[in-house]
């Protein structure tokens, strides 16, 4: 069965530093991977996604991740953190298969100080 | 614009009340799931669709039931809600076989069970 671990619930980063959010994911199958960002009081949106074409994604809002098929690993990342990336980051992996759901990790909760 | 809409943003029920928890997209996608967010736990599937009058069972599904008779509509429904109950209910689409695309969501359903 499939399954979304991400490392960390809560991150915490100074505006400009690096952001680094971690997801480890369990598939039988070449998997489908997701990065979604739920804002405040907003619904979740895509931030990027993976279906085995190039390794490096790359999303909306200078956002990034890499799919490491030896590390079982894609994680998230930007180089400069804004105030505005404040939020809470799922991510997510799907086998691609008829009859199969989209998984989500618990999330992780980004804080961004100034 | 695509859209999932939920229609209800608050409930509040009391406890051994059947609730119903309705959903309708208008992409005429193949797929729709329902989801519960807690804090700390992520999303949780409760039930998806794939096609017409299917459902499959998430990882949750015990005191739940759903229904999907025509395609853009799917709804849950708590058979004898209780406190345990008490949630965000998140209604997502999506097109393309095994959730391999974007998920659309909803806006949520904040339940209160009393």
């Known amino acids: 069965a499939q399954s979304v671990t991400q490392l960390g619930s809560h991150v915490s980063v100074s505006e400009g530093a690096l952001v680094l959010l971690r997801c480890n994911y369990s598939?039988?199958?070449?998997?489908?991977l997701f990065w979604y960002v739920q804002y405040p009081n907003q619904g979740l949106q895509l931030l990027l996604k993976y279906t085995s074409a190039a390794t490096l994604v790359k999303g909306i809002n200078g956002f990034e991740a890499e799919f490491k098929k030896s590390e079982t690993s894609f994680h998230l990342t930007k180089p400069s953190a804004h105030m505005s990336d404040a939020a809470e980051y799922f991510c997510?992996?799907?086998?691609?298969?008829?009859?199969?759901?989209?998984?989500f990790g618990k999330g992780t909760t980004l804080s961004v100080s100034s | 614009d695509v859209k999932v809409t939920q229609s209800s943003r608050y409930l509040v029920k009391r406890t051994g009340e059947k609730v119903f928890l309705e959903c309708v997209q208008d992409?005429?996608?193949?797929?729709m799931f329902w989801y519960r967010q807690d804090p700390g736990l992520g999303l949780r599937l409760i039930y998806f669709s794939y096609d017409v009058k299917m459902k499959e069972k998430g990882d949750i599904p015990e005191g739940y039931s759903v229904s999907r008779e025509k395609k853009e509509r799917f709804s849950l429904i708590l058979e004898s809600a209780s406190t345990n109950q008490t949630s965000m209910y998140l209604c997502?689409?999506?097109?393309?076989?095994?959730?391999?695309?974007?998920?659309?969501f909803g806006s949520g359903t904040q339940l209160s069970v009393l």
């Open positions: 992409m005429d996608h193949e797929n």
């Open positions: 997510a992996v799907s086998e691609g298969q008829a009859g199969t759901a989209l998984i």
């Open positions: 598939s039988s199958v070449p998997p489908y």
């Open positions: 997502a689409s999506s097109l393309g076989q095994g959730a391999s695309e974007k998920l659309f």
